[in-house]
């Protein structure tokens, strides 16, 4: 039987918007126990609508250089809109969206959006060549997919819904396509295809005329994103992350984990669940500024990382080693004085942050070693569930990691 959790969850669990509260953050049951069973609750509340409509959300920067700001109110009657227009396309609670989508304020959206109306969303990479985008519509059964008529990365267009729909004529199941027009590229139209700034049009009008959008309450255990482990036997497979614990467990790692508070930026590709969870979810389930931008940090100059952490006063940079050991190789982008009076907390995740690394980061970076923190987790726990250095230690609830060798617990210090 699982031993009982970390009492800190409570107070966590206190801290989101609950339509129902749970009788108890948590109580063993079968192998893995029962969390906030009898709760309910909407996680697009959680993220947009408690929070002040004029506190900014997201800061985005496109790869051409064109820039948005939506505030929390700006957010929210966007989320409400796709919320109408999927139910419009009879998408409801369980239905599987699928998200063929970069880092587009339009991606954060139709996340949010289907979590409003309780549709279980699940992000494919941009970069996936026909066949795999095949295989994995085919594996999910998305109802809707929601993708772009073309991504900028790395100074040229990738053709997204060319890809799309050349993937759709293998994998069946799928009823409408909603294309973003980011790029102005030439696309084929189809029957079921949308322009998702036509279906948004009518929920934009002003009342009367807009439709309704009510919000549900879901149970504690819904699902709310789908992400892809790594194949087993040949073939994909998907975790399924219910809407409150990841709601906590995202909201907990942010705030006492990763950010004190302030403006954070999560620089890595969307598809990755710690995207997802740590630039999307915790950040604005706290009500934290999140930094988003399309392409990668070396187009159109090596530059950019700097000049965004500067312009938007970025407090939190969450990236991978991988990312910050290439930025630490080009000599005409050495890390300005600004970085240090802007940048609070550098933390690494996804792979061991090797000492060097953390000496340069110290070094050239933050100009603070307890400012550099390495941080600990696993797609089926929904990303990141430790840290080295928490910004609030005393009030982090312990994840309660364990080693084991076949099923059971082995000592401190022993391999398993």
């Known amino acids: 039987m699982p031993e009982p959790a970390d009492p800190r969850w409570a107070t966590v669990a206190d801290t989101l918007a609950w339509t129902t509260p749970p009788s108890a953050a948590y109580e063993p049951a079968g192998r893995l126990g029962r969390w906030f069973r009898d709760g309910t609750l909407n996680a697009a509340v959680n993220c947009v609508d408690r929070h002040p409509a ?27 809109a796709l919320a109408v227009a999927l139910r ?21 959206v139709a996340m949010l959006a289907c979590a409003r109306i309780g549709a279980p969303f699940c992000l ?13 519509l085919e594996f999910v059964a998305p109802r809707v997919l929601i993708t ?57 009008m002003p009342p009367p005329s807009a439709p309704t959008d009510p919000v549900p309450a879901l149970p504690a255990e819904h699902p709310l994103l789908l992400t892809w482990l790594a194949n087993r036997r040949g073939q994909p497979v998907l975790a399924v992350h219910g809407t409150a614990n990841l709601l906590a467990a995202a909201s907990a790692v942010h705030r006492y984990g990763l950010s004190p508070g302030g403006v954070f930026w999560c620089p890595v590709d969307l598809a990755f669940i710690g995207s997802q969870v740590h630039g999307v979810l915790g950040p604005l389930a706290c009500g934290d500024p999140t930094v988003m931008f399309e392409g990668t940090v070396d187009i159109p100059n090596h530059r950019r990382l700097w000049d965004i952490i500067e312009r938007y006063g970025v407090n939190t940079l969450l990236t991978t080693p991988s990312v910050l050991d290439r930025v630490r190789g080009w000599a005409d982008a050495a890390p300005p004085e600004s970085a ?8 690494a995740m996804g792979e061991p942050l090797r000492p060097d690394l953390r000496a340069w980061i110290a070094d ?17 726990l929904g990303g990141i569930v430790a840290v080295d250095a928490p910004a609030d230690p005393a009030r982090l609830p312990d994840a309660g990691p364990a080693v084991v060798d076949g099923a059971a617990e082995v000592p401190d210090g022993t391999a398993g």
């Not at 496109?62 to 929210?76: A, C, H, I, N, Q």
């Not at 933050?366 to 797609?379: E, F, N, P, R, S």
């Open 124 to 136: 494919i990479p941009t970069p996936l060549p026909v066949e795999a985008l095949a295989e994995r």
């Open 364 to 380: 050239r970076v933050t100009g603070d070693k307890d400012a550099v923190v390495d941080a600990w987790g696993q797609i089926e």
């Open 148 to 204: 772009q008529d073309g991504a900028w990365r790395h100074g040229t267009i990738i053709p997204t819904k060319s890809r799309v729909d050349d993937a759709l004529t293998a994998a069946g199941g799928v009823q409408h396509t909603v294309v973003v027009r980011r790029t102005g590229l030439d696309v084929a139209w189809y029957e079921g295809d949308r322009w998702l700034h036509d279906l948004l049009a009518p929920a934009r």
């Open 88 to 108: 419009g396309l009879d998408v409801g609670p369980g239905d599987r969206v699928a998200l063929h989508l970069g880092w587009l304020p339009e991606a954060v």
């Open 54 to 80: 004029d506190r900014p959300a997201i800061h985005w920067e496109g790869e051409p250089g064109d820039r948005r700001t939506l505030t929390f109110g700006e957010l929210g009657r966007e989320v409400a």
């Open 340 to 347: 240090r009076r802007t940048l609070h907390r550098v933390v």
